[in-house]
T-cell receptor, first 113, second 115 residues
Framework: DQQVKQNSPSLSVQEGRISILNCDYT??????FLWYKKYPAEGPTFLIS?????DKNEDGRFTVFLNKSAKHLSLHIVPSQPGDSAVYFC????????????FGKGTRLSVIA | DTGVSQDPRHKITKRGQNVTFRCDPI?????LYWYRQTLGQGPEFLTY????????KSRLLSDRFSAERPKGSFSTLEIQRTEQGDSAMYLC?????????????FGPGTRLLVL
């Protein structure tokens, strides 16, 4: 039973355009959501997070939107750059992060120059 | 910048051998997590510690897997009698718990190949 789903295995975007990565979850107890970026042969790098009391969080080029009623979150990257090419993982936890993370399978983003 | 470190970065072993991996968390972090990642999957939680106490170990994949954090600082993950199915990336993460929203920071991982 996959509690966090990233239904798009891959996404290609042109440099300068917007990248939108999506994530759905099934467990209504999740209240803290994170996005990580991962390059090959490296560990995941934390990008941005959002608490369930918010519906948007922004950090530079990265914005995360949370729709609790739909159990859906998305990561927007604007503008996309070639260095953004990586695998992006959505993760969720309960208790404001006070429990182990549950990850999706990831989406591979390719930003084409 | 002293992030999470893991040693070794790569390990090749023969089936049946024991292996041990080490994780050094960010120094002020009291929580330490172990995850495993296989190809095409997201990281999968194995176990975690708050200081030296192991709070959850039911997700360890079998009784061949064990973890310790003896003094609440570094941690080791041991796999006994390795099998080919143990081949994966083993990731360690740390966080400062009890501070509200808690973000886990990951190390570079140890890639295990069992021949």
């Amino acid at each position: 039973d996959q509690q966090v789903k990233q239904n798009s295995p891959s996404l290609s975007v042109q440099e300068g355009r917007i990248s939108i990565l999506n994530c759905d979850y099934t467990n209504s107890m999740f209240d803290y959501f994170l996005w990580y970026k991962k390059y090959p042969a490296e560990g995941p790098t934390f990008l941005i997070s959002i608490s369930s009391i918010k519906d948007k969080n922004e950090d530079g080029r990265f914005t995360v939107f949370l729709n609790k009623s739909a159990k859906h979150l998305s990561l927007h990257i604007v503008p996309s750059q070639p260095g953004d090419s990586a695998v992006y993982f959505c993760a969720a936890s309960r208790g404001s992060g006070n429990t182990p993370l549950v990850f999706g399978k990831g989406t591979r983003l390719s930003v084409i120059a | 910048d002293t992030g999470v470190s893991q040693d070794p970065r790569h390990k090749i072993t023969k089936r049946g051998q024991n292996v041990t991996f080490r994780c050094d968390p960010i120094s002020e972090h009291n929580r330490l997590y172990w995850y495993r990642q296989t190809l095409g999957q997201g990281p999968e939680f194995l176990t975690y510690f708050q200081n030296e106490a192991q709070l959850e170990k039911s997700r360890l994949l079998s009784d061949r897997f064990s973890a310790e954090r003896p003094k609440g600082s570094f941690s080791t993950l041991e796999i006994q009698r390795t099998e080919q199915g143990d081949s994966a990336m083993y990731l360690c993460a740390s966080s400062w718990g009890l501070a509200g929203l808690e973000t886990q920071y990951f190390g570079p991982g140890t890639r295990l190949l069992v021949l």
